[in-house]
């Protein structure tokens, strides 16, 4: 059964994502970067191109041609990995095709929307029984 990791209170989300995404990739993972806001997957691809700065994640849009070669994907569509290790929610909405993956990351902001929003997804993936992981990263920016 899948495994829902919420990591809460994240000051820089996008940040978080890009380095769960790089852990994961790092262990030999399938990553997909699901998100629905076309700003937030050319910030990501920023991110993932500018760091780490001793290393490279290969990565790439879900629409790419090369998207089912790729360990790493930004976009909206996750069926496009044919193994479904993690997927790493930045939707407001718990995404489609979540359950076939291995490990769903959900990460929340710390403004009041975000907050709400991420209770809704803890109360979604917990009344269908999955197993839910808490982080605060209040207290744990550095161990991601």
């Known amino acids: 059964m899948t495994e829902v990791t919420f990591y809460t209170f994240a000051e820089d ?3 978080v994502a890009r380095r769960i995404a790089t852990k994961a990739y790092a262990q030999g993972r399938k990553v ?3 998100t629905p ?3 937030v997957a050319a910030t990501l691809d920023r991110l993932l191109w500018a760091t780490p700065a001793l290393g490279f994640v290969p990565h790439c849009r879900d629409s790419d041609a090369l998207a089912g070669e790729t360990p790493v994907l930004i976009g909206i569509n996750p069926d496009t990995l044919g193994r479904a290790d993690v ?6 909405t718990q995404p489609p095709g979540y359950a076939r ?3 769903v990351i959900e990460i929340v902001g710390q403004d009041d929307a975000a907050r709400e929003q991420g209770r809704v997804r803890y109360r979604f993936y917990q009344a269908r029984g999955y197993a839910l992981h808490t982080n605060d990263l209040r207290t744990r920016q550095e161990n991601l």
């Open 87 to 92: 997927l790493i929610n930045l939707g407001a």
């Open 32 to 34: 997909m970067l699901y």
């Open 101 to 103: 993956y291995e490990r």
């Open 37 to 39: 806001d076309a700003d």
């Open 13 to 15: 989300p996008l940040d």
